[in-house]
């Protein structure tokens, strides 16, 4: 098992990243969570298996149609509770 926290830039919230991210890892069979930030960034928590939770992070890496992603932080996180994936209200 991995988990990683994940911070995506660039045009990523408007164009419905949280809701792809959601398929995404529902899809995946990942745990974890979604939310927009204050300053424009999403960021996410993906755990699961390690190649599961690798493909996520390059799902992320180019994201849905309309989104422009520039740049992503990917760091080492504690594993979350186990559940379903989900999207988290705004900060």
């Known amino acids: 098992m991995r988990s990683v926290a ?26 974890g969570w979604v939310r927009n930030e204050p300053d424009g960034t999403v960021s996410a928590l993906f755990s699961g298996p390690e190649e599961l939770v690798e493909e996520m992070v390059a799902l992320c890496r180019r994201g849905p149609p309309g989104s422009v992603v520039l740049r992503i932080g990917v760091s080492e996180a504690e594993h979350p509770e186990p559940g379903a994936f989900t999207i988290l209200t705004n900060r």
């Open 6 to 31: 994940v911070r995506i830039e660039g045009r990523v919230q408007g164009v419905g990243f949280r809701a792809w991210t959601r398929r995404q890892a529902a899809r995946l069979s990942l745990a």
